[in-house]
């Protein structure tokens, strides 16, 4: 199944009594074929997929140094920026909606965005290592 905007979940898995989002796509990978439409959005799909799962374990990572308020703000953060994610892509892609650009262009919004979050979530791992 292509992707297209909202083909992504947030899976909530309980961690000390809290609850952590945990990104999963919900597509069959596409093959990576840089010469057609369908093989862009399949190189976008599997670049996604690495990038959630680097996500995930930064999240895990990070959560598990917080205090219980800390990790209640982490997890409104994390849940506000997949809300942000889903909505910017889905805005993006509509300059070329019903074409077949779309989803390319969703997939790439995906993979801009998951790449800078695994920065920030990097960051924050860090100063939180360098402070304990």
């Not at 952590?20 to 976008?44: M, Q, S, W, Y």
């Not at 990070?62 to 889905?90: I, K």
Request: charged share 20%.
């Amino acid at each position: 199944m292509p992707l297209a905007s909202g083909a992504t979940t947030i899976v909530r898995t309980a961690s000390s009594t809290l609850v952590l989002p945990v990104l999963k796509e919900d597509f069959t990978l596409l093959r990576c074929n840089k010469n057609t439409t369908i093989g862009l959005e399949g190189c976008a799909e599997h670049r996604i997929v690495a990038l959630d799962s680097r996500i995930n374990a930064l999240r895990h990572d990070v959560f598990h140094v917080l205090d219980h308020r800390a990790g209640q703000d982490f997890n409104l953060a994390e849940n506000d920026w997949f809300t942000y994610r889903q909505a910017m892509c889905t805005s993006e892609s509509d300059v070329n909606a019903g074409g077949t650009l779309q989803p390319v262009d969703f997939a790439q919004c995906l993979v801009r965005l998951d790449a800078q979050h695994v920065s920030e979530l990097t960051t924050m791992k860090s100063n939180h290592e360098s402070s304990g």
